[in-house]
Every structure is written in C-alpha cells, then in structure tokens.
C-alpha cells in the first residue's frame, strides 16, 4: 500500500458524460501528479499540482481539468468524453515539485479504470 | 523533449534464471534520474530501483541490479533468481534534474513472463 487513494476504482460511463476522479496524496505529500495508461499512448503524464498550484503541464486535452483543495487532496474532471479517453487514470504524490535534489520519488494509487461506452 | 525506448515487448525466463530488461533514452541534460518501475496485474505501479545520473555505480536493491551506461544512454535492468512473483510489466522512466522537470517520462513497456 503507497499511501495514495484513489477513488472510484471502476467507473462506467457513456460517450458526451463528465466524470470526476478523486486521488488523496500520501499523508505529508505537497505534490500531487496525474498520469493516464491506456493501451495506444502508453502512460502518459496529464498535469502537476503542488500544494494547491499547478506546476506542469502534459499531453492533457482541453476537456479535462484538475485541481488540488486545500487539503491537497487532487480531482480529475474529464469532460465530453470519447471512446479514447478509456483508460487507467493513475494519481502520484510525492514530498516536493521540483526535479531538483533528492529522488524525490513519487508513490502511486491504485488507479482508476475508466471506461466510456 | 526526452524520450525512453524499451525494445523488447515481451520477454521469457524460466524460474531460478536470470534475465535482462533493455531500456535506452534520449535526453540532452547531464542532471537526471533513471527508474524502473513494476506493473503486476493487479496494476499497482512499484518502484523496483532508481539511479541517479552522475553516480557512476550501479543501483541494487536485492536480486534486482541496473547497468547504466551514461554514455550510451542505456539503463538495463537485470533480475536474478527470477521468481514468478516479478511476472509484471516492466517500465523504465526518466526524470529530470532540473527544477521544473518533475514529471516521469515512461518507455512502452516490457512483459515479462516468469516460467516454472
């Protein structure tokens, strides 16, 4: 167990719906990070959020967005969603931002498998 | 923009054998770290071993080592006495040093299959 939870685990939805996807960092985590494994583009990181700011950007389209609450807990919102946005959605936390410095190693939740029909 | 390649999709080693993972990258920075990650089927992505760019000596953590050749941008993972527990997909990562550069950057993957 990393520490990381994700919430839902499974989540089924149709073509043009929305979905929120919750993650909660590892007690102590400032950084919260949001990647997407699915089976044409691999994993892929989506966004980067430290302590309530984005930090990062990645190959994240424009119907999805994220935040970090004060309580540095992150949610995912994917909108008018696709057949292609069916995926695993994985959230990492980690101590710090930077890249700079020590490992800085970033746990992983368990993921969330969504599915769009 | 960094990129990290695994040329092997799949690979097979029978029990109490030893195998290699191959990963190489691209990236024109000095300053980076080198990961791999393991992937079980239950999904959940665990840290197997990390380097940091500018140690010269290799990472172990137990029956898993690393050859990481600087030079030659290659990071290849090495697994001992395989067990069929590391039956798993296998990620190599690249993150860089730089103070923005928190992301992992994946490779596609090796399937590993572990043969009794």
């Known amino acids: ?117 | 923009a960094q990129t990290v390649t695994q040329s092997q999709p799949e690979m097979s080693v029978q029990e109490a054998e030893t195998v290699t993972l191959s990963c190489t990258y691209d990236t024109s920075e000095s300053d980076y770290y080198l990961f791999w990650y393991k992937q079980p089927p239950s999904r959940q992505m665990i840290l197997v071993i990390r380097q940091e760019a500018y140690k010269q000596q290799n990472a172990t953590e137990n029956r898993f080592s690393v050859n990481f050749q600087k030079a030659a941008k290659s990071f290849s993972l090495k697994i001992s006495d395989s067990q069929l527990g590391d039956a798993a997909m296998y990620f190599c990562a690249y993150r860089s040093g730089r103070e923005y550069g928190n992301k992992l950057v994946f490779g596609a993957g090796t399937i590993l299959r572990v043969k009794s």
């Open chain 1, 1 to 117: 167990d990393s520490g990381v939870t994700q919430t839902p685990k499974h989540l089924i939805t149709a073509t043009g719906q929305r979905v929120t996807l919750r993650c909660s960092p590892r007690s102590g985590d400032l950084s919260v990070y949001w990647y997407q494994q699915s089976l044409d583009q691999g994993l892929q990181f989506l966004i980067q959020y430290y302590n309530g700011e984005e930090r990062a950007k990645g190959n994240i389209l424009e119907r999805f967005s994220a935040q970090q609450f004060p309580d540095l807990h992150s949610e995912l919102n994917l909108s008018s969603l696709e057949l292609g946005d069916s995926a695993l959605y994985f959230c990492a936390s980690s101590v710090d931002w930077s890249g700079r410095g020590s490992y800085n190693e970033q746990f992983f939740g368990p993921g969330t498998r969504l599915t769009v029909l």
